[in-house]
């Protein structure tokens, strides 16, 4: 962290927030499946998850990078890891145990980090409980009702939390209803601080069709203590929605992960995102201008990136 000052204090939320990670700009992490698939280790058919189990090290590699290049804030390789929910694709047990490993893995790279010597350099690292949706449209495109995405959740914070994560980040939510939900379990399951992103398309718009403002104020009446965006769009276009989210929260702390810009089609199958790292670097200092507070990346960044955002912020 440095001490950049912003509006990182408010009395909806934020407060428990600032409290654990301090005031300033505060450094998330790049996007671990395209680490995950740069290193080879996504087997065929294999959710990400998967791979804390068979391929920890791996895992933890990832984390240490994005740690040296600069993050205060890993996030655990958890995201569709929900014990009984559709990702699990009938096997709760697998899903628990690719949760509680990946939430141990990213403690134990924290850790190794802020030993003395170690990548942290002296900073502390804090471990985000990473949660995406739990599969689908909740009671539209399955048949899941509200209270059972809320227990879902709630079993997923409730391991994440019991193996040691420090927040928990609700992201790359498209349907405001499930967010809240994940909010409303996450505030009831555990004291941990929350944060809640959605995904907005270029026109500053979930799928679903809700505005930066109409999330904003349900996600903080439901108890997040910062809110963002991420996914979907590179900087530039994240830009406009960074600033409406900032002026809606109202002084609550905003989170901003963009993608690497868009995914384009290279020689054979590769698949490479169109934005260099000084491209995403200057895109995500001007959010935090705008008064983003907690910045990383999304899909198609890397540790290399975060290094350059870094620099930028200091």
Same mark, same amino acid.
């Given at each position: +962290?440095?001490?950049?000052?912003?509006?990182?204090?408010?009395?909806?939320?934020?407060?428990?927030?600032?409290?654990?990670?301090?005031?300033?700009?505060?450094?998330?992490?790049?996007?671990?499946?395209?680490?995950?698939?740069?290193?080879?280790?996504?087997?065929?058919?294999?959710?990400?998850?998967?791979?804390?189990?068979?391929?920890?090290?791996?895992?933890?590699?990832?984390?240490?990078?994005? &740690?040296?290049?600069?993050?205060?804030?890993?996030?655990?390789?958890?995201?569709?890891?929900?014990?009984?929910?559709?990702?699990?694709?009938?096997?709760?047990?697998?899903?628990?145990?690719?949760?509680?490993?990946?939430?141990? %893995?990213?403690? /134990?790279?924290?850790?190794?980090? +802020?030993?003395?010597?170690?990548?942290?350099?002296?900073?502390?690292?804090?471990?985000?409980?990473? &949660?995406?949706?739990?599969?689908?449209?909740?009671?539209?495109?399955?048949?899941?009702?509200?209270?059972?995405?809320?227990?879902?959740?709630?079993? *997923?914070?409730?391991?994440?939390?019991?193996?040691?994560?420090?927040?928990?980040?609700?992201? *790359? +939510?498209?349907? %405001?209803?499930?967010?809240?939900?994940?909010?409303?379990?996450?505030?009831?399951?555990?004291?941990?601080?929350?944060?809640?992103?959605?995904?907005?398309?270029?026109?500053?718009? *979930?799928? +679903?069709?809700?505005?930066?403002?109409?999330?904003?104020?349900?996600?903080?009446?439901?108890?997040?203590?910062?809110?963002?965006?991420?996914?979907?769009?590179?900087?530039?276009?994240?830009?406009?929605?960074?600033?409406?989210?900032?002026?809606?929260?109202?002084?609550?702390?905003?989170?901003?992960?963009?993608?690497?810009?868009?995914?384009?089609?290279?020689?054979?199958?590769?698949?490479?995102?169109?934005?260099?790292?000084?491209?995403?670097?200057?895109?995500?200092?001007?959010?935090?201008?705008?008064?983003?507070?907690?910045?990383?990346?999304?899909?198609? *960044?890397?540790?290399?990136?975060?290094?350059?955002? /870094?620099?930028?912020?200091?």
């Amino acid at each position: +962290m440095n001490g950049m000052n912003n509006n990182s204090s408010n009395n909806i939320g934020g407060n428990r927030l600032t409290a654990l990670l301090g005031e300033g700009v505060v450094l998330f992490d790049s996007a671990m499946g395209t680490s995950i698939i740069a290193a080879g280790a996504l087997n065929l058919g294999e959710s990400t998850g998967r791979v804390n189990v068979d391929a920890p090290g791996v895992i933890k590699d990832i984390h240490l990078r994005n &740690i040296e290049a600069g993050c205060d804030v890993i996030t655990t390789n958890t995201f569709g890891s929900h014990p009984g929910g559709e990702g699990g694709a009938g096997d709760p047990g697998a899903e628990e145990e690719a949760l509680r490993a990946g939430v141990r %893995i990213a403690r /134990k790279a924290a850790a190794e980090a +802020m030993a003395p010597g170690g990548a942290a350099g002296g900073r502390r690292v804090f471990t985000a409980l990473d &949660i995406g949706p739990v599969g689908g449209i909740i009671g539209m495109t399955n048949d899941m009702t509200h209270d059972e995405a809320i227990e879902i959740f709630a079993q *997923t914070v409730g391991i994440g939390a019991g193996e040691g994560a420090d927040l928990i980040l609700i992201e *790359t +939510m498209a349907d %405001i209803a499930e967010a809240l939900d994940a909010i409303t379990a996450a505030r009831a399951e555990s004291d941990l601080p929350v944060i809640c992103t959605m995904t907005f398309d270029a026109g500053g718009r *979930t799928f +679903m069709g809700v505005s930066p403002d109409e999330f904003v104020k349900a996600a903080l009446e439901a108890g997040a203590d910062a809110v963002g965006a991420n996914c979907s769009v590179g900087p530039d276009e994240m830009l406009p929605i960074a600033e409406a989210i900032v002026k809606a929260a109202g002084g609550a702390p905003v989170l901003v992960q963009p993608n690497a810009g868009q995914p384009r089609m290279g020689k054979g199958a590769e698949v490479y995102y169109d934005v260099t790292p000084e491209g995403f670097a200057d895109g995500v200092f001007k959010m935090i201008e705008a008064g983003a507070a907690l910045v990383g990346g999304c899909c198609g *960044t890397t540790p290399d990136m975060i290094a350059y955002l /870094k620099r930028r912020i200091m």
